[in-house]
């Protein structure tokens, strides 16, 4: 029985996808749940599945190609896959004094030759993968895309080599998002400073019996910045808004997108109702989110929505930078490098641990008032955080 192979069921925010990466060729033995091929989109690669023991039998969709919501991608042979066996090329002593006439195996398919003529390949550049040494549709595409990225690795006029990649789908879909932001909204930056010392001699007071009391969870910053961002935009509801053509839209709850960099691009998966998670909710959310980000896992719905975002460049040592909006929200908050700087406190010179804080957002939705303020009100809750325990 052969059984179709479909790609999955899009979400409306997802057109269609690109074929990235076929983990089986034509006539390779698979098993139930074993992965066939990775699908990516404009936010996450989703991987697809066989749905039963069996042998790919055919390749529909090869890389590169542009697929929609559950159109056919290839075709698996259900079968028990024990009952595959590899071929015997085991010969007796009479067999190897036999002359042997050697038939090739590598003949292409029909189409297969069609597309070798017609970009001028022989069967000795082409790798067959189809039973027996066959030649498919499928090689003759990957041969083709070798060569065409082998001809971009060039030497240039003075000698120097050069290497031409072509952008991945989910950098390209950033590019885009980020360009449009700049473009589209009226985005201003406004800056602040905060004393780490109070966060940083709670996390070190008690990181040890806050990792046993909460199976492993580690104590680090961003829950606490996540926590004051929540209080703050409690209080200043407009910075917690979206625009919607020409409506203003404000959410009652806070969704907190955590920028996540991953080896395919910026990613910002999404912590949801945030506004009732405790310090360790939030450390184990983001924690996950960076797991799943390094093995390209995250999900669509993971990535989708959020009402305000947190990027923290201080992880790669940035000590102060403007981060660009995600719309349609209508702020971000940038956190930077922990760095000792010489300080004035009641008018005596101190050396502390100091962070540059930056909140981008669109002026216009938040007036520069309440953009300040609510700056001003994230700093106060960090420099003195029993205000996060007490609620003031």
């Known amino acids: 029985m052969t059984i179709e192979i479909k790609a999955p069921t899009l979400p409306e925010s997802v ?3 690109t074929i990235a990466t076929w983990h089986k060729s034509v006539g390779d033995p698979v098993s139930r749940d074993e992965l066939l091929v990775d699908i990516e989109t404009d936010k996450v690669v989703i991987e697809v599945v066989s749905p039963t023991d069996g042998v790919l039998n055919e390749i529909l969709k090869v890389t590169g190609d542009t697929i929609v919501s559950n159109q056919a991608i290839a075709t698996v042979a259900a079968q028990d896959i024990s009952s595959v066996e590899p071929e015997d090329h085991s010969k007796t002593v009479d067999e190897e004094e036999k002359p042997q006439v050697e038939i090739s195996n590598s003949a292409p398919s029909p189409s297969a030759k069609k597309l070798m003529a017609e970009n001028n390949l022989t069967s000795d550049v082409v790798d067959g993968t189809g039973k027996s040494g066959r030649i498919t549709k499928e090689d003759v595409l990957g041969a083709i895309y070798k060569t065409e990225l082998s001809s971009d690795t060039q030497a240039s006029s003075s000698g120097r080599i050069e290497e031409r990649v072509p952008m991945s789908r989910l950098r390209s879909r950033v590019a885009e998002r980020l360009l449009h932001a700049t473009q589209s909204t009226a985005m201003l930056t406004t800056f602040n400073e905060i004393n780490m010392s109070p966060v940083m001699e709670i996390r070190n007071r008690y990181k040890s019996e806050f990792e046993k009391a909460h199976d492993g969870v580690r104590l680090g910053f961003m829950s606490f910045f996540v926590r004051a961002a929540i209080e703050a935009l409690k209080r200043f509801p407009a910075v917690n808004a979206s ?29 949801r109702d945030a506004d009732h998670l ?9 924690s996950e989110f960076g797991e799943k980000a390094r093995d390209g896992k995250l999900s669509i719905d993971e990535m989708t929505g959020g009402t305000f975002s947190i990027s923290n460049g201080g992880v790669f040592g940035s000590l102060l930078s403007t981060p660009i909006l995600n719309p349609p929200q209508t702020a971000i908050l940038g956190m930077h490098k922990i760095q000792d700087r010489v300080m004035a406190v009641d008018g005596e010179v101190k050396i502390l641990p100091m962070m ?4 981008s957002y669109d002026h216009r939705m938040i007036d520069g008032k309440e953009a300040v303020m609510f700056l001003v009100a994230i700093k106060e809750l960090l420099e003195d955080p029993i205000r996060l325990v007490l609620e003031l």
């Open 15 to 17: 057109p269609d996808g």
């Open 243 to 271: 625009l919607d053509e020409q409506d203003i839209v404000y959410h009652g709850y806070q969704d907190i997108g955590i920028a996540v960099s991953s080896p395919r691009g910026l990613v910002v998966p999404v912590i």
């Open 278 to 286: 405790g310090l360790a909710s939030i450390e184990q959310k983001i």
């Open 356 to 359: 540059y804080l930056a909140l």
